[in-house]
């Protein structure tokens, strides 16, 4: 039902209770990330640590969620463990359609559960349930647990986390529907500080499309945009894993903690050497033709001489560069088991791994020794970093327990900041040049995401930082209204500025087609305001030395033109938030 308030559910875990309320202001910020920047301003406590019970941990959709291909994104956002700042994370699976079909907008989540506890919220009920005995468990053995205790089987969405959610690392990520996740910036951490083990959301209710024959010829248009033309053959056929080949080719491929932007023994971990050998089928979020998760294996072998368990594991390219190229790894099973393992300790694949090559590099230059690392790490020893990654989820001595909070936390206690690939958090995997290292590095989300940076990088531009600033704005602005429908970013090559009015129109959203431009330039600038209001300083963003040292297809980096970028992307943003 179109309506022009937003439809928020308001749970207080301490009390138990949830109630809903009707917030105003869907013209003024769409939904998805505009509306939770608008919910943190009413709940969020902006001058209180983000483990602060009071704090808020909220899941907001948008107002095409449910009736389009693609409008399959969540949007979470809460104060971040690692820089203490507002943060957002997005993630697909079924969490946004069971949202929409438990008729909310919405969830909001305050207060700290006495014992470890499961939210299950849904149409007709919401309920607080102790699940003392899930807290320790992994992802994947909570997820089968929950399942069995919930039901609602194709209509129920399940995100929780694992042991580094607990331990409230900063590298902690929220696992949903086992293959897509809330990766970035440690929104588990924030589950572990609330006691809050997992969160069902049951799509229980009913959600009636518009009638008439326009809203049908539209979804069928749209359909056939991405099912019969090969705009999406990308996603589909290799996925983003394609990128690994691309990259390395152009030396735009980080190498061993970023020694190296290319390497020929990474050809062996290719998207197409993934599809060749581990890859077992396709999988999509829900509401989406694409079907761009790629679902590989692992075996283990449980006992002589032949015997096997299979587990299913999903990869895209950011955990391959992440598991793979960075930590010296080029056989596509061992990166699968790295990321097998990720999965299960509810650690962000991307964060980990970064974490890892850096610790990796501290350890072979002296920085630290075994007594910190306890095994002794090596580019490609694949059996030392699956050993790791346990010390790292549980935080299991100092040098781990810093390591979980940050790899720039680490190397300011142990040394090695030159190295540490950290761009505002651990570093995406595009090594393409200055704009994208500024985009990264200053950006809102500190995500290769929030703009194209790693693309302009790749064209034939000239190095004029006004003209990349003026870019990144614009561009970021653009991703925003996509991210507040709340839309995977897949959409933007689908949904032309054109195209998005005409779906807000056809299912009763007038207001919001007819000013687009407005409403995106608002949210726009009322995110960095909630980020800048929690203490973010874009001048003080370190940019360690590390990243001056590469080299790409243009050459080596231009320090100059970095901090030429630096400076003017960071007044860009204070007059953004200024208005």
């Not at 207080?12 to 809903?20: N, S, T, V």
């Not at 049908?216 to 991405?226: Q, V």
């Not at 590095?441 to 034939?460: N, P, T, V």
Request: include cysteine; aromatic fraction near 8%; hydrophobic fraction near 45%.
């Amino acid at each position: 039902m179109i309506r022009d308030f937003f439809r928020v559910m308001i749970l207080d875990l301490a009390e138990g209770r949830g109630r809903i309320r009707n917030i105003d202001g869907r013209d003024q910020v769409a939904g998805g990330s505009g509306l939770a920047a608008l919910l943190f301003g009413k709940y969020g406590l902006p001058e209180q640590p983000w483990d602060d019970p009071r704090q808020p941990i909220i899941f907001a959709i948008g107002p095409l969620t449910g009736y389009f291909p693609l409008m399959s994104k969540t949007v979470c956002a809460f104060k971040s463990p690692y820089h203490n700042q507002y943060a957002e994370s997005h993630a697909g699976g079924r969490s946004a359609l069971c949202l929409r079909f438990a008729d909310l907008d919405a969830l909001v989540i305050t207060g700290r559960a006495r014992r470890p506890s499961a939210v299950v919220v849904g149409s007709r009920q919401m309920t607080v349930r102790d699940v003392h005995y899930l807290w320790g468990k992994d992802v994947m053995a909570t997820g089968k647990i929950l399942r069995r205790m919930v039901g609602g089987s194709g209509h129920r969405s399940v995100l929780r986390i694992g042991p580094a959610g607990e331990a409230c690392a900063a590298l902690a990520g929220i696992n949903v529907d086992s293959y897509r996740h809330f990766g970035r910036l440690g929104g588990g951490a924030v589950m572990g500080a609330k006691n809050l083990k997992a969160v069902v959301i049951q799509g229980d209710g009913d959600f009636p499309l518009p009638g008439g024959k326009a809203y049908a010829r539209l979804f069928a248009g749209i359909h056939e945009k991405l099912t019969g033309t090969d705009m999406m053959d990308k996603y589909h056929n290799l996925g983003t894993a394609a990128n690994v080949a691309g990259l390395n080719a152009r030396r735009a491929l980080p190498v061993r903690n970023l020694s190296a932007t290319g390497d020929p023994g990474m050809d062996r971990i290719s998207g197409e050497a993934f599809a060749e050998h581990t890859l077992l089928r396709n999988a999509a979020c829900a509401g989406c033709p694409v079907g761009c998760i790629h679902i590989g294996f692992v075996r283990e072998k449980f006992m002589e001489p032949n015997q096997y368990l299979y587990r299913k594991v999903a990869y895209d390219y950011e955990p391959i560069f992440s598991l793979g190229s960075m930590l010296g790894i080029t056989d596509p099973f061992a990166i699968l088991a790295l990321l097998d393992h990720v999965e299960k300790l509810g650690l962000d694949a991307m964060g980990a791994g970064v974490a890892l090559a850096w610790a990796t590099e501290a350890l072979a230059r002296g920085v630290v020794s075994t007594k910190e690392t306890v095994v002794p790490l090596a580019f490609g020893a694949q059996e030392a970093y699956l050993l790791a990654l346990d010390h790292l989820a549980h935080a299991t001595n100092d040098f781990y327990t810093a390591l979980a909070r940050g790899t720039l936390n680490a190397a300011e206690h142990y040394g090695g900041e030159a190295f540490a690939c950290v761009l505002g958090q651990e570093m995406a995997g595009y090594a393409t040049g200055e704009v994208f290292i500024t985009a990264q590095a200053l950006g809102f989300r500190h995500s290769h995401l929030d703009s194209g940076g790693y693309g302009y990088d790749q064209q034939e531009n000239p190095r004029d930082a006004a003209r990349a600033v003026a870019f990144l704005v614009a561009d970021e602005k653009d991703r925003v209204f996509l991210t507040s429908m709340a839309a995977c970013l897949f959409a933007r090559k689908v949904y032309s500025a054109e195209l998005l009015g005409e779906a807000l129109d056809v299912v009763g959203y007038g207001s919001l087609a007819g000013d687009m431009e407005k409403i995106a330039a608002r949210i726009q600038r009322l995110r960095w305001q909630t980020r800048l209001a929690t203490g973010y300083d874009p001048e003080g963003v370190a940019i360690p030395r590390r990243f001056h040292r590469i080299s790409t297809w243009k050459g080596p980096l231009d320090s100059a033109y970095l901090a030429e970028l630096r400076h003017t992307y960071a007044g860009a943003i204070r007059n953004l938030a200024a208005g």
